[in-house]
Nanobody
Framework: QVQLVESGGGLVQAGGSLILSCAASVRTFRSYYMGWFRQAPGKEREFVAAISRSGGTTVYTDSVKGRFTVSRDNAKNTVYLQMNSLKPEDTAVYYC??????????????????WGQGTQVTVSS
Protein backbone atom coordinates (compact mmCIF):
# COMPACT_ATOMS: atom_id res chain seq x y z
CA GLN A 1 0.00 0.00 0.00
CA VAL A 2 2.35 2.70 1.29
CA GLN A 3 6.04 2.24 2.00
CA LEU A 4 7.94 4.82 4.04
CA VAL A 5 11.74 4.84 4.38
CA GLU A 6 13.50 7.13 6.84
CA SER A 7 17.11 8.20 6.43
CA GLY A 8 19.54 10.73 7.84
CA GLY A 9 19.92 9.48 11.38
CA GLY A 10 23.27 9.15 13.08
CA LEU A 11 25.48 10.23 15.94
CA VAL A 12 25.82 13.92 16.69
CA GLN A 13 27.16 15.96 19.59
CA ALA A 14 24.86 18.08 21.72
CA GLY A 15 24.14 21.36 20.00
CA GLY A 16 24.56 19.86 16.56
CA SER A 17 22.09 19.37 13.74
CA LEU A 18 20.66 16.59 11.64
CA ILE A 19 18.05 16.44 8.91
CA LEU A 20 15.89 13.38 8.58
CA SER A 21 14.16 12.41 5.36
CA CYS A 22 11.19 10.16 4.80
CA ALA A 23 10.66 8.93 1.26
CA ALA A 24 7.19 7.66 0.44
CA SER A 25 6.50 5.05 -2.20
CA VAL A 26 3.01 6.13 -3.15
CA ARG A 27 1.44 7.69 -6.23
CA THR A 28 -0.69 10.25 -4.37
CA PHE A 29 1.69 11.57 -1.74
CA ARG A 30 -0.13 14.90 -1.47
CA SER A 31 -3.23 13.12 -0.16
CA TYR A 32 -1.37 12.01 2.98
CA TYR A 33 -1.05 13.85 6.26
CA MET A 34 2.47 13.17 7.55
CA GLY A 35 3.81 12.88 11.07
CA TRP A 36 7.08 12.28 12.90
CA PHE A 37 7.28 10.24 16.09
CA ARG A 38 10.16 9.05 18.23
CA GLN A 39 10.75 6.31 20.76
CA ALA A 40 13.53 6.22 23.32
CA PRO A 41 14.53 3.02 25.15
CA GLY A 42 12.02 2.17 27.85
CA LYS A 43 9.59 4.86 26.75
CA GLU A 44 6.43 4.92 24.70
CA ARG A 45 6.41 6.28 21.19
CA GLU A 46 5.75 10.02 21.33
CA PHE A 47 4.62 12.63 18.86
CA VAL A 48 7.26 15.01 17.51
CA ALA A 49 5.83 16.95 14.58
CA ALA A 50 3.26 16.79 11.82
CA ILE A 51 2.52 18.58 8.57
CA SER A 52 -0.63 19.01 6.52
CA ARG A 53 -1.05 17.80 2.97
CA SER A 54 -0.06 21.06 1.34
CA GLY A 55 2.58 21.86 3.94
CA GLY A 56 0.69 24.95 5.02
CA THR A 57 0.14 23.83 8.61
CA THR A 58 2.66 22.31 11.01
CA VAL A 59 2.36 21.01 14.56
CA TYR A 60 5.14 20.40 17.11
CA THR A 61 5.42 18.97 20.56
CA ASP A 62 6.54 21.59 23.06
CA SER A 63 9.93 20.01 23.71
CA VAL A 64 11.09 20.51 20.11
CA LYS A 65 9.32 23.75 19.23
CA GLY A 66 11.82 26.33 18.04
CA ARG A 67 14.49 23.70 17.37
CA PHE A 68 12.88 21.33 14.87
CA THR A 69 11.23 22.15 11.55
CA VAL A 70 9.04 19.77 9.57
CA SER A 71 8.59 20.34 5.85
CA ARG A 72 7.58 18.42 2.77
CA ASP A 73 8.28 18.38 -0.94
CA ASN A 74 5.31 16.81 -2.64
CA ALA A 75 7.11 16.76 -5.99
CA LYS A 76 9.74 14.49 -4.42
CA ASN A 77 7.34 12.43 -2.27
CA THR A 78 9.46 13.33 0.74
CA VAL A 79 8.91 14.78 4.19
CA TYR A 80 11.79 16.23 6.22
CA LEU A 81 12.59 16.91 9.83
CA GLN A 82 15.32 19.49 10.34
CA MET A 83 16.68 19.12 13.88
CA ASN A 84 18.83 21.89 15.34
CA SER A 85 20.32 22.46 18.79
CA LEU A 86 20.06 18.77 19.54
CA LYS A 87 20.02 17.60 23.14
CA PRO A 88 20.84 14.19 24.64
CA GLU A 89 17.16 13.78 25.47
CA ASP A 90 16.42 13.84 21.73
CA THR A 91 18.11 10.45 21.44
CA ALA A 92 15.57 8.00 20.04
CA VAL A 93 14.49 6.05 17.01
CA TYR A 94 12.60 8.46 14.78
CA TYR A 95 9.68 7.22 12.69
CA CYS A 96 7.66 8.86 9.96
CA UNK A 97 4.00 8.06 9.55
CA UNK A 98 1.29 8.71 6.99
CA UNK A 99 -2.48 8.78 6.95
CA UNK A 100 -5.15 9.77 4.44
CA UNK A 101 -7.95 10.53 6.91
CA UNK A 102 -6.38 12.88 9.48
CA UNK A 103 -7.65 16.43 9.03
CA UNK A 104 -5.90 18.28 11.86
CA UNK A 105 -3.16 17.79 14.46
CA UNK A 106 -2.50 14.04 14.26
CA UNK A 107 -0.96 13.85 17.74
CA UNK A 108 -1.61 10.18 18.49
CA UNK A 109 0.28 7.32 16.89
CA UNK A 110 -2.93 5.30 16.56
CA UNK A 111 -4.26 7.89 14.09
CA UNK A 112 -1.72 6.85 11.45
CA UNK A 113 -2.11 3.85 9.16
CA UNK A 114 1.39 3.64 7.69
CA TRP A 115 4.82 3.66 9.32
CA GLY A 116 8.45 3.54 8.34
CA GLN A 117 11.05 1.32 9.99
CA GLY A 118 12.71 4.18 11.83
CA THR A 119 16.14 5.77 11.91
CA GLN A 120 18.35 6.06 14.99
CA VAL A 121 19.34 9.49 16.27
CA THR A 122 21.93 9.55 19.04
CA VAL A 123 22.98 12.81 20.69
CA SER A 124 26.07 12.68 22.87
CA SER A 125 26.87 15.13 25.65
Amino acid sequence: QVQLVESGGGLVQAGGSLILSCAASVRTFRSYYMGWFRQAPGKEREFVAAISRSGGTTVYTDSVKGRFTVSRDNAKNTVYLQMNSLKPEDTAVYYCAADQTIQTKGLRDREYDYWGQGTQVTVSS
